[in-house]
């Protein structure tokens, strides 16, 4: 039971560049979020699905898509990387209905863009 | 949408000494509250939380806060701190009825020796 994995644990981009974090749990948890922290400004949400094939945006959505094809997976992509997206990427899921309302979270992602 | 304010970026304490890490939300709304801890190059874990009842929770690691509804507040306290709980901690809030969570900028407590 592995809970929430993160690949790749860094990067470095170039800026322009594409990549995909992808964010898995074995929890079979409905709800997914993608959470970028920076120094100073706490963890933002920037986008979240609560269930198989549903995305949503958070508050800090530009410049990043995502897709929910498996319950178990949530994929976040950078199509145009800029170096303001240099951050650390967390990924959290949470069960529906549980009463527990505990977001479970992954180890993160280093990005850095040059 | 939520605000949540932690007014003390660094926290220097002393080891055995007592210790509050304040947080203040902004709606009067229903709302769920968490705390979590974050070790160095690592994930965040959940300390505490606040759904209902109780205005006083435990935590681990002997943690506890109190929630406020009139103050909107939900204050982190321990009596007595370990070198092992130097790490940051961040408050969060949800709404009752919402799926998204807002966390605050964070406090780094650091334990002296």
């Known amino acids: 039971n592995a809970g929430v994995t993160q690949t790749p644990k860094f990067r470095v981009l170039k800026t322009g560049q594409s990549m995909t974090l992808l964010c898995a749990q074995d929890?079979?948890?409905?709800?997914m979020y993608w959470y970028r922290q920076d120094p100073g400004m706490g963890l933002r949400l920037i986008h979240y699905s609560v269930g198989e094939g549903t995305t949503a945006k958070g508050e800090v959505p530009d410049g990043y898509n995502v897709s929910r094809l498996k319950k178990q997976n949530f994929l976040l992509g950078l199509e145009s990387a800029a170096p303001s997206q240099t951050s650390v990427y967390f990924c959290?899921?949470?069960?529906?209905?549980?009463?527990?309302?505990?977001?479970?979270f992954g180890p993160g992602t280093r990005l850095t863009v040059t | 949408a939520q605000s949540v304010t932690q007014l003390d970026s660094q926290v220097p304490v002393f080891e055995e000494a007592p210790v509050e890490l304040r947080c203040n939300y902004s709606s009067s709304v229903s709302v769920y509250l968490f705390w979590y801890v974050q070790y160095p190059n690592q994930g965040l874990q959940l300390l505490l939380k606040?759904?209902?009842?109780?205005?006083l929770v435990k935590g681990i690691n002997g943690f506890e806060a109190e929630f406020n509804k009139s103050q909107t507040s939900f204050h982190l306290r321990k009596p007595s701190v370990h070198i092992s709980d130097t790490a940051e901690y961040f408050c969060?809030?949800?709404?009752?009825?919402?799926?998204?969570?807002?966390f605050g900028t964070g406090t780094s407590l650091t334990v002296i020796p």
């Open positions: 929890m079979n948890h409905e709800y």
């Open positions: 606040y759904l209902s009842g109780s205005t």
């Open positions: 959290a899921c949470l069960p529906h209905n549980s009463g527990a309302y505990e977001q479970y």
């Open positions: 969060a809030v949800s709404e009752s009825a919402g799926n998204q969570f807002y």
